[in-house]
Nanobody, 120 residues
Framework: QVQLVESGGGLVQAGESLRLSCAAS????????MGWFRQAPGKEREFVATISWSLYYANSVKGRFTISRDNAKNTVYLQMNSLKPEDTAVYYC????????????????WGQGTQVTVSS
């Protein structure tokens, strides 16, 4: 069982930056692939970034967002730069055993989400 707690969301203006954090419980954090997803009002939850031994991003955030992890701290981060109003959403951290995935259904554990709002 893994529990995930996100933090770092907030209200920023377009062009500014935020860093999200996701703290995980458990002693086998480094065996999990981690992902960030987001869900805007009225839309489906969508993939943002994932990291295990490799990493990759949704095209919409590539070059602006950076995912990283600190296995010693059981934490995964999402550095978000050059934020746009269309990045406004609830951001969720997720975990799964094994390799990376960009599919919501592949992830077994989810955090409660943190709101990111980008004003124009």
């Amino acid at each position: 069982q893994v529990q995930l707690v996100e933090s770092g969301g907030g209200l920023v203006q377009a062009g500014e930056s935020l860093r999200l954090s996701c703290a995980a419980s458990g002693r086998t954090f480094n065996s999990y692939a981690m992902g960030w997803f987001r869900q805007a009002p009225g839309k489906e939850r969508e993939f943002v970034a994932t990291i295990s031994w490799s990493l990759y991003y949704a095209n919409s955030v590539k070059g602006r967002f950076t995912i990283s992890r600190d296995n010693a701290k059981n934490t995964v981060y999402l550095q978000m730069n050059s934020l746009k109003p269309e990045d406004t959403a609830v951001y969720y951290c997720a975990a799964r055993r094994g390799s990376n995935s960009d599919y919501v259904g592949d992830f077994d554990y989810w955090g409660q989400g943190t709101q990111v709002t980008v004003s124009s």
